[in-house]
């Protein structure tokens, strides 16, 4: 079982960054594919981005690409999410994904494994 715990979220104002990490269990993180999503109040969960199980591949939605970064660290069992010039229509419960495969996904039923989510609220 992998479990996964994120942390860095906060209040930010318009323009402003944050950086999220999830830990995770596990001794399989270095072949698991990982991925972000996000959630606003009656909204639907959104992709963000993924990233392949080296870091060599990765996926950004539209709405974030230039502005946000994943990465990982194997060794560290961690991952990332760097959020850069943060908009108020980022404001989300944000949650760390894996996958029990290599490639990345960005489809919600492509993860197998969840995190509880950290909250971003950017004012304006």
């Known amino acids: 079982q992998v479990q996964l715990v994120e942390s860095g979220g906060g209040l930010v104002q318009a323009g402003g960054s944050l950086r999220l990490s999830c830990a995770a269990s596990?001794?399989?993180?270095?072949?698991?594919?990982m991925g972000w999503f996000r959630q606003a109040p009656g909204k639907e969960r959104e992709f963000v981005t993924a990233?392949?199980?080296?870091?060599?591949?990765?996926y950004y939605a539209d709405s974030v690409k230039g502005r946000f970064t994943i990465s990982r660290d194997n060794a560290k069992n961690t991952l990332y999410l760097q959020m850069n010039n943060l908009k108020p229509e980022d404001t989300a419960v944000y949650y760390c994904?894996?996958?029990?495969?290599?490639?990345?996904?960005?489809?919600?039923?492509?993860?197998?494994?969840w995190g509880q989510g950290t909250q971003v609220t950017v004012s304006s």
């Open positions: 994904a894996c996958s029990t495969k290599m490639v990345a996904s960005t489809r919600y039923l492509g993860y197998d494994y």
């Open positions: 596990g001794r399989t993180f270095s072949r698991n594919a």
């Open positions: 990233i392949s199980s080296s870091g060599g591949i990765t």
